[in-house]
């Protein structure tokens, strides 16, 4: 049984995938990064410093200040965060549809090329030419 599953374990495509999630949680991390320090006091800026972080309704308790005062308080509804979320979302989205696009260009371009003709020897080359001119005289 621990035979069988060290050979599932490595196989290439389980390997693959390791990889992929830990590439894939280094970069949520990086694109966390971008919308955080870059994106949002961008659009801060646009909208007069508005702080979507820090945007709720509270549903519960007495008013509160901060969200993490309100959700202490009882039912939040967080929806900056929200919105700080499907920023990070449709960046991810884009850039991976910009990669599979690449990737998608690259794999015609490899398709495309023709394959190396293989030399022919000099009287096989000879027969073929006299085929065709048989063949466009009948």
Known sequence: MLKEFREFALKGNMVDLA??????????????SVVNDI???VI???TGGIDFSNMYIQL?????STLAAAREAGATIAY???I???????IIAWVLFIVVKAMNRMKKQEEAKPEPEAEIPADQQ??????DLLAKKA
């Open 84 to 90: 700080t979320l499907l920023i990070n979302f449709l």
């Open 19 to 32: 990889i992929g999630v830990i590439i894939g949680g280094a970069f949520g991390g990086l694109v966390n």
């Open 80 to 82: 900056g965060n929200f």
């Open 60 to 64: 519960a308790g007495d008013p509160k």
């Open 44 to 46: 801060g800026l646009i």
């Open 126 to 131: 000879l027969l073929t030419e006299i085929r």
């Open 39 to 41: 994106i949002m006091p």
